[in-house]
Nanobody
Framework: QALLLESGGRLVQAGDSLKLSCVVSGRIRSGAAMGWFRQAPGKEREFVAAIGWSGASAEYAVSVKGRFTISINSAQGTMWLQMNFLQPEDTAVYFC?????????????????WGRGTQVTVSS
């Protein structure tokens, strides 16, 4: 089982930038794809971005495309989410996740291991 630990969430103002980190340890299949999801109060967990272990492939939710950038350093076991031009609707708990397979996926059910999340709050 892979262990994932997110960090970097905090209170920011609209228009600010923030970079989240996810450190992976434990058993993780070489080549596994990883992703970021978020969950706002009263809403379902939603896909944000995903990336292959090599970093060669990435996908983004329409709502964040052009503002957020996902990246990974597989040698370090670390993934990041650079978030620019944050808006109040980006407020949520952000989770990183890993799956057993190398193909990038956008559904939460396709991921096997999850971190506990980091809170991002964007004030207007």
């Amino acid at each position: 089982q892979a262990l994932l630990l997110e960090s970097g969430g905090r209170l920011v103002q609209a228009g600010d930038s923030l970079k989240l980190s996810c450190v992976v340890s434990g058993r993780i299949r070489s080549g596994a794809a990883m992703g970021w999801f978020r969950q706002a109060p009263g809403k379902e967990r939603e896909f944000v971005a995903a990336i292959g272990w090599s970093g060669a492939s990435a996908e983004y939710a329409v709502s964040v495309k052009g503002r957020f950038t996902i990246s990974i350093n597989s040698a370090q076991g670390t993934m990041w989410l650079q978030m620019n031009f944050l808006q109040p609707e980006d407020t949520a708990v952000y989770f990183c996740a890993a799956r057993k397979y190398s193909t990038v996926a956008t559904e939460a059910i396709d991921y096997d291991d999850w971190g506990r999340g980091t809170q991002v709050t964007v004030s207007s």
